[in-house]
């Protein structure tokens, strides 16, 4: 159900980053890093205002065939999803599920002893994981 | 209670095994792994907690909810110059409490502190603040640690 999925680091690093699509893996990358900039101004404009405080930052902008989402860790690291427009029978819930199961799997994640914080997330069973949430079978 | 003692036994054996594969009593690893451990940790246990307004509020969380769910309790102060210097006191540590009190005890108390000291600055510099932490034990099982922010 979601086109693309992409975690971004502290240091707006990618540190992971597939997609459903492999013909539209370039421009579904450029989606990723043009919405770094709309997540740096949600976080910098509502400071103290209380829709900042929360950690899911909701639709940071769509285009015709894709509606991006954003989700910003207390560590500052980032989480993108592309989502197809013309879907609409994904809720805004099922968006903020996908976010919260894929920072379960990131906590996961980063808890391995084995992993380096700050390099790339190669490890198979994040990564199986976060394929079943994009096709929407978890 | 059961599981609780089971932190205690391992964080004995890491001190035991820090100390014992070096002769010069180096702290240093002993610190690194709580920094590790901090910083991976962090990330788990803020998971439910909306965004931090500023240094403070982080400082906060530290000692109420991070230290409530290590050590069981809350610290028992907290005290800032409001110029990045912040001083937290726990009047029974954790990892002191089992320890008996004395002078000559006293001298070992720095390997029992030094993975928590790595432990708050891991998990702080997760967060975005890059610090320095010190221990000071004057009389088990009391322990103070001073956060130092480097702001640069």
Same mark, same amino acid.
């Given at each position: ?9 502290? &240091? ?8 459903? &699509?492999m /013909?539209?893996e ?14 740096e ?11 900042s405080? /929360?950690?899911y930052l909701?639709?940071?902008?769509s ?8 989700f910003?860790t ?9 989502? &197809? ?6 809720? /805004?819930?099922?968006v ?11 906590? &996961? ?15 198979k ?8 949430l ?5 | *209670? ?10 004995a ?5 820090? @100390?014992?594969?070096? +002769?010069?009593?180096? @702290?240093?690893t002993?610190?690194?792994?709580g920094?590790?451990? %901090?910083?991976?940790l ?7 907690v909306?965004?931090?307004k500023?240094?403070?509020?982080? *400082? +906060? ?22 110029? %990045? *210097?912040?001083?937290?006191?726990d009047k029974a540590?954790r990892f ?6 004395g002078? +000559?005890? @006293? ?8 993975f ?5 600055? %891991?998990?702080?510099s997760? @967060? %975005? ?14 322990? +103070? ?6 702001r640069?």
């Open positions: 159900m979601a086109f693309c999925i992409a975690v971004i680091g502290k &240091d707006n690093a990618p540190l992971y980053l597939t997609t459903s &699509d /013909e539209q370039l421009e579904l990358q450029y989606h990723v890093n043009a919405a770094l900039d709309v997540v101004e949600k976080c910098l404009i509502g400071k103290g205002a209380p829709e405080k /929360e950690l909701g639709l940071l902008y285009t015709e065939n894709h509606k991006i989402y954003g910003v207390n560590t500052r690291v980032k989480f993108i999803v592309v989502i &197809d427009s013309s879907n609409v029978a994904l809720r /805004e819930n099922e903020r599920a996908i976010f919260r199961n894929l920072h379960l799997l990131y906590t &996961d994640a980063i808890c391995n002893p084995f992993y380096i914080p700050g390099e790339s997330l190669t490890s069973k994040f990564d199986r994981a976060v394929q079943k994009m096709s929407g079978t978890a | *209670m059961s599981e609780e003692i089971l932190f205690d036994c391992l964080h054996e890491i001190v035991n095994y820090c @100390l014992d594969s070096n +002769k010069e009593h180096d @702290l240093a002993l610190e690194y792994i920094f590790t451990t %901090g910083y991976r962090i990330e788990r246990l803020t998971r439910e909306s965004r931090f500023d240094e403070l509020e982080t *400082m +906060k969380f530290i000692c109420t909810d991070f230290w409530m769910l290590i050590y069981k309790k809350q610290v028992d102060n907290l005290r800032t110059n409001n110029h %990045g *210097m912040y001083v937290v006191q540590f002191l409490t089992r320890i008996s009190p002078t +000559k005890q @006293l001298e070992h108390a720095p390997k029992f502190v030094a928590t000291c790595g432990l708050v600055r %891991g998990a702080l997760n @967060l %975005g603040i890059n610090s320095t932490v010190t221990a000071e034990v004057q009389s088990i099982p009391a322990c +103070k640690f001073h956060i130092e922010v480097n640069n």
